[in-house]
């Protein structure tokens, strides 16, 4: 594409003027000039309203947009061609003269959790922890989360308000009475994976309070996003004459997801002020969409759902499923395993856990560990046992990538993965066996039994090796490796569909 292609020679982009507002302004430009190399790139950055006001919470104050309001104006006349903005900064409702025309690729949507190393004994010690935030969602989300998947007995949890940049909220951290900080990880990631040198100062000013702090990924099954959380909405007048250039650089599945989840957020009011986190994700299995939260009129949201396009013919009552396999321990005796190989292994820096069972005693941990699990239960479990972990694949599979790479300044990350002994050998990992399966002596009548569950593959090959005749019936599993493995026991045929949950099989199937 040349300059023919471009209405004129220099484009004006106009953004908030803090670090990370700048960051993505240029990110944008850049995208702009791989395709249009003679497009000369024009920055105009300044305050918004909402920062000159640093003292409120977000929520008390009474504009809509307090971060882009300011430049509509600028737009509406023509002083810049193009503003770029955090797009959860943005009103739900559409301005009359503006538009949203593209987005780049999508970072983390999930919030991260800080926790000051140096006050971590005095939490534990005390079962309360004070933590900054601004978001009545986290703050509604997050009571019971740390409650039960934190490392020690959390009886109360106190949110206090915090304003300003990253930089400036990561420092109150470690200047005001407080114990932890969340904040959107998309910002922190963008901050930390830049190139550019003007921006080392401030990556070298993270970097030295991040190694001061204990962090963990907040899941979005429990804690979903705000909406459009980790996208760039890039704003121009109705009219524009950028926009077959804008579409050339547009992120379509972003934009759409981004679009579903502002559509839901508008069906309970919107606003910042809301008790609500909506996060879609676009997979190859289907589209999920995470909402947890509270409205305005007391409603309690809590779901996660799967929209995956499949058919398949429901089970006619209760007596044709197969709930037994909704936990496959009912199957095993669970057997340690010990050896050196073991004892090396768990104090690798990097652990992914498939299973509770599979994790060692506590001590063998050195605290200062990435901790990783397959699902929420075994980090609820994890907990329990005062082990501290970094995040989860919440069941979605081991291809769910934990994206740490720029908060830890390491890529690639190489996993080591404690299992059992027939446990999935993911060529990308170091696997460990920690323990063995014993099969029990199961006797099972299948018969009129037309749907199953699978909570495992090491469940569905005990039971498809007594019952080969099972091959033609219904199956459901989880996402990640079980549905691999079983489709490929079953048959390129096989009536074989993707659940998230035991509890959301029962939904679909009755």
Not at 152 to 158: A, G, L, R, V, Y
Request: with cysteine.
């Amino acid at each position: 594409m040349g300059s023919s292609s471009i209405p004129r020679k220099v484009l004006k982009i106009a953004a908030r003027q803090s670090d990370l507002a700048r960051l993505q302004a240029e990110s944008v430009g850049r995208a702009l000039q791989l395709n249009y190399p003679e497009l000369k790139i024009e920055f105009h950055f300044r305050a918004s309203l909402g920062d000159q006001n640093q003292n409120d919470p977000l929520w008390k104050m009474p504009e809509k947009g307090v971060f882009t309001e300011d430049f509509y104006r600028d737009l509406v006349d023509e002083k810049v061609d193009l503003v770029v903005h955090s797009w959860k900064d943005l009103p739900i409702e559409s301005k009359a003269e503006t538009e949203i025309f593209a987005t780049l690729a999508r970072e983390d949507q999930r919030d991260l959790f800080l926790l000051n190393r140096e006050n971590f004994a005095r939490v534990k010690a005390s079962r309360e922890m004070k933590v900054l935030t601004s978001s009545p969602r986290r703050s509604y989300n997050l009571e019971t989360f740390f409650k039960n998947y934190f490392p020690c007995e959390i009886k109360q949890t106190h949110f206090l308000n915090v304003r300003g940049n990253i930089l400036t909220r990561l420092k109150k951290l470690f200047s005001e009475d407080a114990d932890g900080l969340i904040l959107a990880k998309a910002a922190l990631d963008r901050l930390l994976a830049s190139k550019d040198p003007q921006y080392v100062s401030a990556q070298n000013e993270i970097r030295k309070i991040l190694k001061g702090c204990q962090w963990m990924c907040l899941p979005l099954t429990l804690n979903p996003s705000a909406a459009a959380q980790g996208a760039l909405a890039i704003e121009a007048k109705k009219n524009t004459i950028w926009k077959e250039v804008l579409a050339s650089i547009q992120d379509r599945q972003c934009f759409e997801s981004v679009q579903k989840e502002r559509q839901i957020l508008q069906k309970y009011g919107g606003g910042c002020h809301q008790k609500i986190g909506v996060s879609v994700l676009p997979r190859s299995y289907g589209e999920l969409c995470f909402l947890r939260g509270l409205t305005d009129r007391g409603e309690v949201l809590d779901s996660v759902a799967l929209s995956s396009g499949t058919t398949f013919e429901k089970a006619r009552s209760m007596a044709h499923i197969f709930p037994q396999a909704k936990d496959s321990g009912q199957f095993f005796d669970r057997i340690k395993l010990n050896g050196s190989h073991i004892d090396s292994a768990v104090k690798d820096p990097f652990i992914w856990i498939a299973k509770e069972d599979a994790a060692p005693e506590k001590s063998s941990f050195s605290g200062l560990q990435t901790i990783w699990t397959s699902g929420l239960k075994t980090w609820r479990k994890l907990a329990q046992r005062g082990i501290w972990v970094n995040g989860s694949a919440e069941s979605l599979g081991e291809n769910e990538a934990p994206r740490i790479e720029a908060l830890l300044e390491q890529d690639p990350i190489k996993w080591t993965k404690l299992t059992h002994l027939e446990g999935f050998q993911n060529p990308d990992m170091k696997v460990v066996a920690t323990y063995e399966l014993l099969a029990r002596e199961s006797k099972q009548n299948l018969k009129g039994v037309t749907h199953f569950y699978w909570s495992s593959g090491s469940a569905f090959d005990l039971i498809y090796q007594a019952h080969p005749e099972m091959k033609t019936s219904w199956h459901f599993c989880g996402p990640g490796h079980s549905y691999e493995h079983i489709k490929m026991r079953l048959g390129s045929e096989a009536q074989l569909r993707i659940c998230l949950s035991f509890e959301d099989w029962l939904e679909k199937v009755l």
